[in-house]
């Protein structure tokens, strides 16, 4: 092999190993997100959020676990990169509560990027930042 056969193959090999790390990653929500809720900076509340581009819709839960909220709806506006997300949970007495969150989408360009916005759960309203893991 030449030398500038061996640099073209070097090149190429180099290129094929970069090269996925700037291909698609799906929809730009899909991921595991971590943040907090708040009505207050010294009041927040520990927040995950998991949602998954099935092909035609957006589906989610809010912190994964035993007490899991399942998302029932999520919409994401791409002319504004605005997200509304809603959901129905039982507060601590058991009681149905409805939850709702809008925010925008930041930073669209990074792995990690950034949902911030306006919090609502039952009577409380407050804000609320995550950025996906």
């Not at 007490?67 to 959901?87: C, F, K, L, Q």
């Not at 039982?90 to 911030?116: C, F, M, N, Q, W």
């Amino acid at each position: 092999m030449g030398r500038r056969s061996f640099v073209f193959v070097i090149v190429v090999a180099g290129a094929a190993a970069i090269l996925p790390a700037f291909a698609q990653e799906g929809h730009p929500l899909t991921g595991t997100w971590s943040g907090d809720w708040g009505t207050s900076a010294t009041k927040r509340n520990h927040l995950t959020l998991v949602m998954n581009w099935d092909g035609h819709n957006v589906t989610g839960m809010i912190n994964p676990g035993p007490d899991a909220i399942s998302v029932s709806s999520i919409a994401v506006d791409v002319t504004n990169w605005t997200v509304r997300i809603e959901a129905d949970a039982k507060d601590a007495s058991g009681k149905p509560v409805h939850v709702a969150a809008e925010g925008r989408l930041e930073d669209i360009g990074s792995y990690h990027r950034k949902i911030s916005g306006t919090w609502s759960q039952g009577a409380e309203r407050g804000d609320f930042r995550v950025t996906r893991d």
